[in-house]
């Protein structure tokens, strides 16, 4: 292990360390923050060899901050550059990998930390590989624990918000999971729970939506109690008001000793930050792309276009553009469209079926095999156009989305930068196109400071709204806040379960 540095405790930075010089192949037993958790991860022997320097040009192209309350040893986790560097386990876990080149930069830097048990919050750009980035070590926690596990009663929780992506992470831990993959199970609202009892039977990984999640337990179908590896995926989503309830009592009977708990989301505004801290013990934070204290961040190869229109031109511009989009080349491209109300959605998909384009819808106002049906349709490509509401903003990795349309602005930058991730995902590019009205002027602010940061264009007419951020105004924000009739007077909010 390398000298330590003469940084503050809370922040980790690369060591500079001459290419000679190699760290010891250090056993890490990293709890030392005396709870019970227990994990042991050593760097491979190929990991060890690789130079500090090129360890730390990593760090450096890939803006990648550590920032570790407990140490402040830069060298201490040395991240995965390759998959030949990820340590020993059985079951064929790592075959499905070799589709991929290598880690992506949040899964190199959390996958240590996590392999050796650390609490930890990731952040880092939509469609960077952040499922995979708590999947894999849930996956390996589960196929290197010997302790039997008794019927309902899970060893790892993964919570979503929406049942799409919940199936989502789903589906892919069963990718992944080599002969674990039949101990996995999802668990959401929208259907029948008898078949969901069964299953939570034998599975040792659950992935949820809260309410479902919280229903289940109260009623005695699932107990908690032995939960080691807890995920919020979206966490800023599921601890905003909408979700922190549910959260606060899924996680009673998980004691924070006894359990590892992970956080990953693409952006993490200050208004959750100190309840996170309160899940969780010692977190190691780590933030691709920059400063976590920054405005959301977009990722960089989305091309953004915001359009300054009146409210009763965005119709007739959303059709110019699905023509270009749907006609003017070979093969119609995928696109997504994203209202900000329900009735909206249903309005603007007529308009557009009506135009003889072929499109879907996904909203709460559907029940769920219509959302999965109709998701499902936009996937496989027999719908190309996706009319949705922010029940569809977050997480759902839809292969080749090449336009997302804001035909609506959404209540947060935090959901429009969501919104738009759902294009350029895996390295590729994508474009988001916005229709900003005189209505949305409250977010101008922020919204300039998130085409700043990814050096797009800010239209004039937009930078007369004002530069100033607001405070967030919404305490319930995001996808379920807007997935309201607001033409009616009685604003219930809805939540998936
Ligand atoms: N190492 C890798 N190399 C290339 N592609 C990868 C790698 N790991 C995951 N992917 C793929 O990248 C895509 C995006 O991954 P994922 O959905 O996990 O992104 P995310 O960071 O969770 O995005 P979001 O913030 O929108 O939820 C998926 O199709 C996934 O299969």
Redesign the pocket.
């Known amino acids: 292990m390398g000298k330590r540095s003469h940084l503050e405790p809370t922040e980790q930075r690369p060591k500079k360390k001459s290419k000679s010089e190699k760290p010891e192949k250090a056993s890490k037993d990293k709890q030392k923050n005396g709870d019970e958790k227990t994990a042991s991860y050593s760097d491979a022997f190929a990991l060890s060899e690789i130079p500090q320097s090129e360890i730390d040009s990593f760090l450096t192209e890939n803006v990648i901050k550590i920032v570790d309350p407990s140490s402040p040893d830069a060298s201490q986790f040395r991240p995965i550059l390759s998959f030949d560097h990820l340590p020993e386990c059985d079951a064929g876990l790592y075959t499905q990998?070799k589709s991929?080149?290598?880690?992506?930069p949040?899964?190199s830097t959390t996958w240590p930390l996590l392999f050796a048990g650390r609490d930890v919050i990731g952040i880092?750009?939509?469609?960077?590989?952040?499922?995979?980035?708590f999947g894999l070590p849930c996956l390996k926690k589960l196929i290197d624990s010997k302790s039997s596990k008794k019927p309902c009663q899970p060893k790892a929780v993964i919570i979503s918000p929406t049942r799409e992506l919940a199936m989502?992470i789903y589906d892919?831990l069963v990718k992944f999971g080599g002969t674990e993959k039949t101990q996995v199970t999802c668990i959401y609202g929208g259907v029948g729970k008898d078949e969901q009892r069964r299953a939570l039977q034998r599975a040792a990984i659950v992935v949820a939506t809260p309410g479902r999640l919280k229903d289940l337990q109260s009623d005695g179908s699932i107990d908690l109690g032995k939960v080691q590896y807890l995920v919020l995926?979206?966490a800023d989503r599921m601890l905003d008001k909408g979700f922190e309830q549910d959260i606060k009592d899924i996680v009673k009977p998980m004691p924070v000793s006894r359990r590892q708990t992970v956080m990953?989301?693409?952006t993490w505004p200050r208004s959750v930050r100190d309840l996170a801290a309160t899940f969780m013990k010692t977190p190691v934070t780590v933030t691709i792309g920059g400063d976590p204290s920054a405005d959301p961040r977009a990722n960089l190869r989305i091309k953004q276009v915001v359009e300054v229109v009146d409210g009763r031109d965005k119709e007739g511009r959303l059709i110019q553009l699905l023509a270009k989009s749907q006609r003017g080349h070979q093969l119609p491209e995928k696109v997504l469209v994203f209202c900000l109300y329900k009735k909206e959605a249903m309005r603007i998909e007529n308009l557009i079926r009506n135009k003889g384009f072929l499109v879907a819808g996904i909203h709460g106002d559907l029940n769920q095999s219509d959302r999965f049906r109709n998701l499902d349709a936009f996937k496989k490509g027999t719908a190309t156009v996706l009319v949705a509401t922010d029940v569809a903003a977050?997480?759902?990795?839809i292969?080749n989305v090449k336009l997302v349309i804001n035909v609506t602005f959404p209540l947060t930058v935090e959901d429009y930068v969501?919104r738009i991730?759902?294009t350029g995902?895996?390295?590729a590019d994508g474009i988001a196109i916005t229709m900003f009205t005189e209505t949305d002027k409250g977010l101008s602010g922020g919204l300039i400071n998130v085409l700043k940061a990814a050096k797009q264009d800010v239209p004039e007419a937009l930078l007369k709204f004002g530069t100033t951020v607001k405070k967030k105004q919404h305490d319930v924000y995001g996808a379920f806040y807007k997935d309201v009739d607001m033409d009616k007077t009685a604003t219930k909010i809805t939540f998936d379960d």
């Open positions: 990998l991929f080149p290598k880690p992506t949040i899964q880092a750009e939509t469609g960077s590989g952040k499922t995979l980035g989502q892919q995926d979206e990953f989301t693409a977050r997480g759902l990795d292969p969501h991730g759902r995902r895996a390295g």
